[in-house]
C-alpha cells in the first residue's frame, strides 16, 4: 500500500530534523542567540571546517537586527566593517554628509545574514532555549538546552544537553550564558573584577570600538561576541549602529579558530 503524502511529509520532516539534531549533539562550536554578531561568526567559522550551530530563543533568529532604530527598519555601518557586509551580498548606501558611514535596509541585513550562515554549513536551531551551560573539570563543556515554549510556560520538562569544545555567547545585552557560568558555576571571568561589568550608557565611537575589543575568551572554552561581550567588559551602548556587531563576529570566529587550531 502507498504511503498516505500526509505521512510521507510528516516522516520526511521528522527524519531529516532528527538527523540534524543529532548531528547538532556534538560541535566543535555552539553558539547561543542568533544575532548580527552570532551570524556572522557562525559563517565565518562554517567555512573554515567548524562544525557549528546557533540555538535561538525565539522564532526568527536575527536578534535586534529586524527592527532597524526605533522601528524605522533602517541601520547604519561604517566603513570598516563594509566587507562584511560584500562578503553578505548586503546592499548599503553612503550617508551624503557623513563619510565613512552608510544606510541598509535592516530586514535585508537580518535575512542575509541568516542566510549566509545557513548556507556556509552552520545549522540553526530556533525556538529553542539555552538554560544553563555543562560544566566539568573547570571547564564550560556545552550546553542545557529546552524548547522555548516549555521554558516559557513553565513546564516542568527535563532539557538535553550538547557537547562542545566551544561555547559563544551571543545573547546580547543580558549576557545569559556568562551570567550562568558566574553565578552557577561560580567562576571569575577575565575582566578587572572577575565579574560582568555592566553595560554603560550610551556613547557611540567608544561602544563601537569597545565591543570588537571586548570580545574574548572570558573563562576556558566560553567566548563572547557583539553585545553580551561589551556587557561583560563595561562597555558603552551604540544603538542602531552595527559595524561593532559585524566586525565582533568576525574577532571572534577569528579566535575560536585559532583555539581550536582549524
Ligand atoms: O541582541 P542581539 O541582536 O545580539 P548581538 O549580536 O547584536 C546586538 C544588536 O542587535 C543591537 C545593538 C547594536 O548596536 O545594540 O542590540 O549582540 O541578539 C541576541 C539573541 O540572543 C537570543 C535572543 O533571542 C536574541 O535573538 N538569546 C538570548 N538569550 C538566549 C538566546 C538563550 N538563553 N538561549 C537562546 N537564545
Known amino acids: 500500500m502507498n504511503q498516505a503524502v500526509e505521512n510521507v511529509i510528516s516522516n520526511a520532516i521528522v527524519q531529516s530534523f532528527s538527523k540534524k539534531f543529532s548531528d547538532a549533539l556534538t560541535l ?26 546557533v540555538f535561538e530563543r525565539k522564532l526568527a533568529p536575527g536578534g535586534g537586527t529586524w527592527g532597524g ?4 527598519n533602517e541601520v547604519v555601518v ?10 553578505f551580498n548586503i546592499i548599503h548606501q553612503p550617508i551624503a554628509d557623513a563619510p ?14 541568516i542566510y549566509g550562515a545557513v548556507h556556509a554549513g552552520a545549522k540553526i536551531f530556533n525556538c529553542i532555549s539555552v538554560e544553563d551551560i555543562v560544566f566539568k573539570a573547570g571547564k564550560v563543556n556545552g550546553l542545557v538546552i529546552n524548547w522555548t515554549p516549555v521554558e516559557r510556560l513553565g513546564m516542568h520538562v527535563d532539557p538535553l544537553t550538547v557537547i562542545a569544545d566551544v561555547v559563544i555567547d551571543g545573547t546580547g545585552h543580558p549576557s545569559e550564558i556568562i551570567r550562568m557560568a558566574t553565578d552557577k558555576a561560580m567562576i571569575e571571568i577575565d575582566t578587572p573584577n572577575g565579574k560582568i561589568m555592566g553595560e554603560r550608557p550610551m556613547w557611540v565611537d567608544s ?19 557583539g553585545m553580551s561581550a561589551n556587557n561583560c567588559s563595561g562597555g558603552y551602548r551604540m544603538g542602531p549602529i552595527f559595524g561593532g556587531m559585524l566586525l565582533s563576529g568576525e574577532k571572534v570566529a577569528k579566535l575560536v579558530l585559532e583555539k581550536l587550531k582549524k
Open 28 to 53: 566543535d562550536a555552539a553558539i547561543v542567540g542568533g544575532g548580527p554578531s552570532a551570524m556572522t561568526a557562525a559563517r565565518y567559522l562554517a567555512e573554515n571546517g567548524v562544525k557549528v550551530a
Open 69 to 72: 532604530g526605533m522601528l524605522f
Open 78 to 87: 561604517q566603513d570598516s566593517a563594509l566587507h562584511i557586509l560584500d562578503k
Open 100 to 113: 565613512g558611514y552608510h544606510t541598509l535596509d535592516s530586514v535585508e541585513m537580518a535575512s542575509a545574514l
Open 207 to 225: 561602544g563601537e570600538n569597545s565591543t570588537v575589543e571586548n570580545t574574548k575568551e572570558y573563562f576556558p572554552g566560553l567566548f563572547a561576541c
